[in-house]
């Protein structure tokens, strides 16, 4: 069947209607098509110009900070990943004005995007290492979800920010035992450099706080095998320190079909990142248990007081197996439509 033909009553309602799941759906696709690049193809000066292109003609504004930028600012934590690669470390800055009668605080997403993940130093097994392409799977969906709100004109306005580093293993690599400072004054001590997601999204997280004063925050990453363990590929773990933003997260995943699952975000787990000669460190003092809630509690270290956040760790959601030989493993854009139906049923205006 090349084509299928609908009679409406009313089409012209119809044609609107479609024209907003077509705008998440070319979100999504875009999100899929870069979790689904070689990363000899996207790489983060690659990646940032390809945002740019994409994003910038639907209106949104874009920025890019390249490592000069970065490090006169400070980004100490994110530079500190990409060093070793010969492939410089990108931030991207979006920033979409659908609202501007409204003066309020914007809406802030900030995702990880760390197009090829060796573990660095602490070097992965070689065995699934090629998954390691899908580890930018939160930048993707923040610029996923920056397409469709475009695309459909949201009456809101939305900040995303991604970090783009190469973690690569080198002369000029970071080490366990360095102490990097990151964007807001913080020191953290490195005790593996597989733990890199984190201190990326560290520096991108302090940023949009610091320069934009969002009325909330919410990132993505694929951030911890543990989540795999504890969710496998259906449910993404998400992390909320406001109960309120909680509830609206989980009604549009039900809305969506993007599961998520709340997880415990607990004082005892931010104690546990704490450095005992840093600020911080990337590694919990308790070990390997309870990753996810380490993990997240590590970012909570770099989340203003009284800043409604929530921490959506898609490390089994942003990629799925496939039964086909032809395409074992492929990236699934999610977050977008979860993301872009929670701004339409609580941000818009209407």
């Not at 990453?221 to 992390?239: N, V």
């Not at 000669?277 to 809630?293: E, L, V």
């Not at 009284?306 to 999610?334: E, L, Y």
């Amino acid at each position: 069947v090349e084509s299928a033909h609908f009679v409406l009553f009313d089409s012209e309602d119809a044609a609107k209607e479609y024209a907003v799941h077509a705008a998440v759906m070319a979100g999504t696709f875009l999100a899929r098509d870069f979790v689904n690049e070689p990363p000899n193809e996207l790489y983060p000066d690659i990646y940032a110009k390809r945002i740019k292109e994409e994003l910038k003609p639907l209106g949104v504004e874009i920025e890019i900070l390249d490592e000069k930028k970065m490090k006169k600012l400070g980004m100490g934590a994110l530079l500190a990943v990409g060093q070793g690669s010969d492939h410089a470390p990108r931030m991207v800055i979006m920033r979409w004005k659908g609202d501007k009668t409204n003066s309020d605080a914007p809406l802030a997403f900030v995702g990880k995007g760390v197009t090829f993940d060796t573990g660095g130093i602490s070097l992965k097994p070689g065995p699934g290492m090629e998954d390691m392409k899908m580890d930018m799977g939160g930048s993707a969906a923040v610029v996923g979800l920056m397409k469709a709100i475009a695309l459909r004109k949201a009456k809101a306005n939305v900040i995303g920010v991604v970090g783009l580093v190469e973690n690569m293993p080198s002369a000029r690599a970071y080490r366990p035992a360095d102490i990097v400072k990151s964007y807001s004054g913080k020191t953290i001590e490195v005790l593996n450099t597989d733990a890199e997601g984190r201190l990326v999204l560290a520096d991108a997280l302090s940023y949009v706080q610091d320069i934009y004063k969002p009325s909330l925050v919410i990132d993505l990453a694929t951030l911890t095998g543990a989540m795999l363990i504890a969710l496998g590929h259906e449910y993404c773990g998400t992390f909320a320190t406001d109960d309120f933003l909680w509830e609206q997260l989980e009604h549009a995943g039900k809305g969506t079909g993007e599961r998520l699952w709340r997880m415990p975000l607990d004082e005892v787990w931010k104690k546990d990142m704490e450095g005992t000669i840093t600020d911080a460190q990337n590694m919990a003092k308790s070990g390997r248990w309870a990753g996810s809630c380490t993990a997240a509690g590590f970012l909570s270290h770099f989340i203003e007081e009284g800043t409604p956040w929530a921490h959506m760790d898609i490390a089994g959601t942003a990629w799925i197996k496939s039964d086909r030989d032809t395409c074992p493993k492929f990236g699934t854009g999610f977050g977008v439509r979860v993301l872009d139906r929670f701004i339409a049923e609580n941000y818009e205006q209407r």
